[in-house]
């Protein structure tokens, strides 16, 4: 099932066929006790109700968005490779094969662009890429309800220069985007399940790379209970679990680049980049 979140209200795609969802909260919905069996019943009503040409919103309510890094192998040697000047790149190395994932804050829901809306390259970088990430879909009890995709941008640049910059190299307005839904289950994406990104710069293929989840090297679930420790998500959170595509240090976004993530079976996410204010 894919859950929507629209410009008029939530909708479920089941079987073929799209139903509006009665309950109007983003955060009630992940709060609920089972959310793949209240929206199977809701499909089985009956009712349907198509949103076609109706805006697509991001699918999240009041959560953060948090993520991990150095979680797939190219991304370690890329951040290592970024680092090395600033004496970083053996931090790296050593999360990279620690128990403790590397775990950060990334956004929250008004830094968020949603599908087709702009996500946003910093004014004071030089060297900016997307990442693109499955995302784990969290309810408030800390279990997994569902995936999105998502695009954790990225000023390699700044936070190359120093490690502890990796705060103002990842937050920032529009340096994230979800979407397009929510592939609802618990359980785990097959490891065949293949992660594709795109980049067009004027009508043409700038750069496109490809993996699968086989080579994340840490597992969900244990992603979730670190960020679950010592810490608290009453209306549920979204964890980005790191990317295993990384364009080469010769490229980097322009304005106008067009960026699209696809992830099966959720779907493809895409989105414009823009520079300055929005």
């Known amino acids: 099932m894919k859950l929507y979140r629209t410009g008029k209200g939530n909708f479920v795609e089941h079987e073929g066929g799209a139903y509006r969802v009665p309950e109007p909260s983003w955060d009630a919905l992940l709060a609920h ?29 009041s959560q953060e968005v948090w993520a991990a890094g150095v979680t797939y192998y190219r991304s370690r040697d890329a951040r290592m490779a970024e ?5 970083g790149g053996d931090f790296y190395d050593r999360v990279y094969s620690a128990e403790r994932p590397e775990l950060f804050f990334k956004a929250t829901a008004g830094r968020v662009a949603a599908p087709g809306e702009p ?5 004071d970088a030089k060297w900016s890429v997307p990442e693109p ?18 695009n954790d941008m990225s000023a390699r640049d700044i936070e190359g220069e120093n490690p502890l910059y990796l705060p103002q190299a990842k937050v920032y307005d529009r340096s994230s985007a979800l979407g397009p839904c929510v592939l609802v289950g618990s359980e785990p994406l097959p490891s065949s399940t293949p992660i594709r990104l795109e980049i067009e ?37 979204y964890l980005m679990t790191g990317t295993g ?12 680049d067009r960026i699209r993530i696809a992830i099966d079976p959720i779907g493809t996410l895409e989105n414009v980049v823009v520079q300055g204010s929005l």
Not at 83 to 87: E, F, L, M, P, Q
Request: net charge positive; glycine share 12%; proline share 8%.
């Open 33 to 61: 006790e089972d959310l793949a069996a209240y929206l199977a019943s809701t499909a089985s009503s009956g009712n349907r109700a198509g949103f076609a040409g109706v805006p697509i919103l991001a699918p999240i309510g």
């Open 83 to 87: 680092s090395k000047d600033a004496g």
């Open 119 to 123: 996500v946003r390259i910093r004014s």
């Open 133 to 150: 990430e499955l995302t784990l879909v969290i309810n408030p009890r800390g279990q997994i309800v569902g995936y999105t995709v998502g």
């Open 201 to 237: 710069r004027s009508g043409r293929i700038e750069f496109s790379g490809a993996t699968t989840l086989a080579e994340l090297k840490r597992k969900p679930t244990a992603l979730v209970e670190y960020l679950f420790r010592e810490n608290s998500f009453p209306a549920g959170a």
């Open 245 to 256: 595509i990384v364009p080469p240090d010769t490229f980097t976004l322009a304005p106008g």
